[in-house]
């Protein structure tokens, strides 16, 4: 029986400001990648997402982003690669905590947004989030786009990676998914997302807008938690995955492999 991941991203509320349905999504999904502060999320809201998680039974992992709390981490910045190395250790350090006092582990990490994005596309980022990710944990899978440099780093340095597809956005002929600044970005119509779905998760291939058909390696198919409508969205394509015979699961934990480089990844940046 063919299985495959449904994971979203949430616990985006913070503060006053309330983002998503995440109560109503948790039902639907097999892993929750929640927001660890730096583009949404705070301390308190981490805790609850992760509560709310374990109770539903699904895996939890680290949704780290740029600083950007105003443009919700989907800008893109200038950042280094000592940048992005300290940034997804802090903010998936600051999840492993919560998860450590709720006596639950963290399963994965997967990069939010502008990241994500520059994570895949430039290798000197890519190797910077890999690095991350296994000097905290080494034992966690990192979750990156389909034949991305995310992925080839993450396996470069021994860690257990998940191949990421997107049920709810449109792919260019390179693999690449389409700007969120154009009107074809988006797939709103969930009975052609639950097609698309099943498709990627039984055949690894997915239609790009040009009309040429992409082979994908899928492990983990994604949904968005800020979508409207986004609880219904989840249960529309888990009911349409597990009609098709697909089992819908996280990915197991595997062993942690030991630490081969365990000196500082970057030199210290010297005082101004």
């Not at 639907?28 to 301390?43: E, K, L, M, Q, R």
């Not at 989907?74 to 998860?99: C, D, H, I, K, N």
Request: hydrophobic fraction near 45%; charged fraction near 20%; aromatic fraction near 4%.
């Amino acid at each position: 029986m063919p299985s495959i991941d449904l994971n979203c991203d949430l616990g985006e509320s913070f503060g006053a400001y309330r983002i998503g349905a995440d109560d109503a999504v948790l039902p639907h999904v097999s892993s929750a990648s929640i927001a660890c502060g730096f583009h949404a999320g705070d301390p308190a809201t981490m805790r609850r997402t992760l509560a709310a998680a374990i109770a539903q039974g699904v895996a939890v992992g680290a949704h780290p982003g740029l600083p950007d709390l105003q443009g919700f981490g989907r800008r893109a910045m200038q950042v280094s690669p000592e940048e992005v190395y300290e940034l997804v250790v802090y903010q998936t350090g600051a999840l492993l905590g919560f998860a450590r006092a709720a006596g639950v582990e963290l399963q994965h990490v997967k990069p939010h947004g502008a990241l994500y994005n520059l994570a895949a596309a430039e290798p000197a980022l890519a190797e910077a989030v890999a690095r991350a990710v296994r000097d905290v944990d080494a034992g966690l899978a990192l979750f990156g786009r389909a034949g991305s440099h995310l992925l080839a780093a993450g396996e470069a340095l021994g860690l257990r990676t998940a191949s990421e597809a997107f049920a709810d956005r449109n792919y260019l002929a390179d693999g690449s998914l389409v700007p969120r600044g154009r009107a074809d970005a988006l797939i709103h119509d969930s009975a052609r997302a639950a097609e698309r779905a099943v498709r990627l998760a039984r055949e690894g291939r997915v239609r790009a807008v040009d009309g040429s058909d992409l082979a994908l390696r899928v492990d983990t198919l994604c949904i968005h938690g800020d979508a409207p409508g986004a609880a219904a969205f989840a249960r529309r394509l888990r009911q349409a995955l597990e009609t098709a015979g697909v089992a819908v699961q996280a990915p197991g934990r595997g062993r942690a492999p030991a630490l081969q480089h365990p000196e500082l990844p970057f030199p210290p940046t010297p005082d101004p």
